[in-house]
Each structure stands twice: as C-alpha cells, then as structure tokens.
C-alpha cells in the first residue's frame, strides 16, 4: 500500500515546486502583441488595458449606452466608463478585471487608491522599450509569438518595407482571410499579382503557395496559424478544406513548419460588439483526426475554446504524435478552467503538452496571464508530485525543472523542431 507524504513532505514540495514554477521562463506562444518597430501596433498601457474586449464583453453586462454609442467614444471615455461600471460601481471579481488589477500591483502600484488618473500618470513615465523588458521580466517570458498577417493593410506594408527586429518577438502567419473567405482573398492575391482564379485550380492552389512561401520568408514565420469555427469538416468540398490540402500543409511540409489550428471560435454572434461578440461552439474533431491520420509529415498545433473538446482532443493528442495540444485559450483561460483542464492534460499526456499561451492584445496583460497560470499549474503539480512520491517515487529537484521547462515552452520547441532550408 502507498505511504501518503506527510504533512511535512507535502510543504516542503510544495515551495520548490512554486518556486520553479515562477522562475521557469515562458515561450509565450500565441499573442496579438507586436515588435515595437513594427508600425506602432503594439498596445500597451491603462487605457488599452480597459478596453480590451474581454472587459468590453462584461462592462455591457452593466452599460445603458447604446453599442453605437459606444464606439463613437474616444478611449479614454470608453475606459473611464468601462472602469466606473467594472471597478467602481461593482467589485472586479472577473477574471479579466481582477487580471488588471494583479497587472498593476505586479507593477508596482496601489490599486487600493481606485485612482485611474494617478494610474495614467505613471504610465507616462515609460519609454516602449523599457517598458517591454519590464513586463517581460515581470511575467518571466523569454520569447513572445506575434500573429502577422499579410491581409491586415497596417501590418503589410511595415514589413514590406522591412525593418529592424527584436529578437524577442517571433513570427506566426495567420492565414484566416485565406481560409475563411477565399472569394475576397483571391481577389486580393490576384491584386498583388499571384495568378489565381476563384475556382481551386492546380495552378491557383500553386499560387496561394508561392504567396505562403514568399510571407513566410518575409516574416520569417516559425509556425502558420487559422482559427476555425465548430462545423469545420475535413475530408470536405469547402473551400478551407481544399486550401489546407492543396497549398497550406504541402508548404508547411516543404518548410519544415507546423501549422496552427485554433477550433471553436463562432465569430460576430453578436456584431454591435466588434471583437467582444464573438463566441463559441464545440467542435467535431473529427476533422482534426483526420487530418492527422492523412498526413502524417505534417505537425498541428492545437487549442480548443469549448469546453466539451477538452477531453477529446487530449485522446487524439494520445493517437498522433503530430498533434500537440496548446494553451488555455481564450473563454478558458479562467483560473478555474486551467486548472481542470490542466490536470486532465497532466494525467493523459504527462508532460507533452504546452500548459498555456497568454493570446496577449496588450502587452501589459502578459504579466497577469502569466502569473494566474503558474498559481494554477503549481497547485496541480503539486498534487502529481505528491501522488509520485507516495509510491515512493520522489521526484529530484532536476525531474521536477525538466518537467516545467516542458510545459512552459520545451516541449512545444521540441515539436516544432529546426524548420527547413527552403527558407
Ligand atoms: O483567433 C484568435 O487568435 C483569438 O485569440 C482572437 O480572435 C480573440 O479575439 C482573442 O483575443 C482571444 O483571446
Ligand atoms: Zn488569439
């Protein structure tokens, strides 16, 4: 019969375990966060702190005004109104309202003071660069991963006219207009010269992969990346279907790069909210076991939004090693969904999985993302470990940091794997 660990053993474990937890750095692997030198896309701040969508989604819950009204606001008034009716006029229990409150404290400042002019005041004081290396350090992430996309008319022209990097932030191509709503993309493609019809020709399909090839050069993407709603089918006739088979895996295949699949997302259920409208939806993965089983050569990057894939898509993790399951995405990245979802992955995958990503749109908000995740992942390590150690199985301090660098990033590196020289 196991010995359970005593109380003793259970404390100590537990501070080294939190204590790994924190200082293990994290590959930061899907984010809207940009370089600084591209464009001034880079959001960062209070008042975009406010205005993020997931608290714009919560303060409706609570406004009198008019969604049209609304987006004629500037945002600071937007800001002003989000954090009256979410901060002063209710307490900020959401995840996403206490997430801004961790972000500043973690920084330094009194939230005590619910005093948001001061908190703009402080703001001032920061040059971008600075500021980066501040958060970053605070949210201890060594790497974040941008999502670039070719279609999006501030980002193109940035990197087409080329700039200088900073090494901290990758590249993803996000290929979503492309798959979602090829009528207009081809129209698009057709106007920077790539000799593509409507109809999915060889000779189309061929062209949609010289444009792949020619962004992911350009960027110097490290993974491509779609969200796709809950009825996407593959084997289908869609159009997504076929783009994926035809030009999107045979390029990721020639390339040496994963592509990214982000299921579940039902997009604009309610439009007069902009980016706070969309939803979600469970999704038949059967699609993704399919594409798993036909192409073997390929890797897929994998995160679910329902809640109800979650069990299904650590089972397909279990069939196909070019799966790997990603992150805590979005409606899920919720202290009390990650750590659910966290130890079901723990217990059916072990350590093969990334425990999360932040999906960042302010950079400030990796500091909080960060720091609700690792609570939560320890206090699940914490349990596994125990449950180890009562065999009498105890695991070395070395096991335990091998263990954590996995899921913070190593294990996804070691997926992705060195690309190709077709760059
Ligand atoms: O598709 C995505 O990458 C999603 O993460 C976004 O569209 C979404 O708006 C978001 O910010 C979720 O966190
Ligand atoms: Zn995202």
Redesign the pocket.
């Given at each position: 019969m196991n010995a359970p660990v005593t109380e003793f053993r259970r404390t100590a474990l537990t501070a080294q375990i939190e204590r790994v937890v924190a200082s293990t750095p994290a590959i930061d692997m899907?984010t809207?966060l940009y370089d600084p030198t591209l464009g001034g896309l880079l959001l960062w701040g209070i008042d975009d702190m406010l205005v993020y969508?997931?608290l714009v989604a919560e303060a409706f819950r609570w406004l009198d005004v008019p969604a049209e009204k609304f987006w004629l606001m500037t945002k600071l008034e937007q800001a002003e109104l989000i954090w009256k009716r979410l901060f002063l006029d209710h307490s900020p229990i959401s995840e996403a309202c206490r997430g801004v409150l961790t972000t500043l404290h973690r920084l330094g400042l009194e939230v005590k003071q619910r005093d948001l002019p001061a908190v703009r005041e402080w703001f001032k004081q920061w040059p971008v660069d600075t500021y980066i290396t501040r958060c970053m350090e605070l949210a201890n992430v060594e790497a974040i991963f941008m999502?670039n996309s070719p279609f999006d008319s501030a980002e193109r022209p940035v990197w087409q006219k080329g700039f200088l990097r900073d090494d901290r932030f990758i590249a993803a191509l996000?290929v979503?207009p492309l798959l979602v709503d090829w009528p207009n993309a081809a129209t698009r493609l057709a106007g920077w010269n790539y000799q593509v019809g409507e109809g999915l020709s060889a000779n189309t399909l061929d062209e949609v992969r010289r444009f792949l090839a020619d962004w992911t050069r350009l960027i110097e993407a490290r993974y491509l990346?779609v969200?796709l709603p809950p009825d996407f089918a593959w084997p289908a006739n869609s159009d997504a279907a076929q783009l994926i088979e035809g030009a999107i895996l045979p390029h990721c295949r020639e390339f040496g790069l994963p592509f990214a699949l982000?299921l579940g997302?039902r997009?604009a259920v309610n439009p007069r909210l902009h980016?706070a409208g969309?939803a979600l939806g469970p999704s038949d993965l059967s699609a993704l076991a399919n594409l798993c089983a036909a192409f073997p050569e390929n890797k897929f990057l994998v995160t679910v939004l329902s809640r109800e894939n979650q069990h299904e898509l650590c089972v397909l993790a279990r069939k196909f090693p070019n799966l790997h399951v990603f992150g805590c995405?979005?409606f899920t990245?919720v202290p009390y969904l990650v750590d659910e979802i966290t130890r079901l992955r723990l217990e059916l995958l072990g350590t093969a999985f990334t425990v999360q990503h932040s999906?960042a749109?302010v950079l400030d908000q990796i500091i909080y993302k960060w720091d609700h995740t690792r609570k939560v992942v320890a206090h699940a390590l914490v349990d596994k470990y125990a449950d180890l150690a009562a065999t009498g199985w105890e695991p070395t301090a070395a096991e335990i940091e091998r263990d954590v660098r996995n899921l913070f990033g190593g294990a996804f590196t070691q997926f992705c794997g060195p690309a190709k020289s077709a760059f």
């Open positions: 899907h809207h969508h997931y999502t996000r979503d990346m969200s982000m997302v997009r980016l969309d995405w979005w990245n999906d749109r």
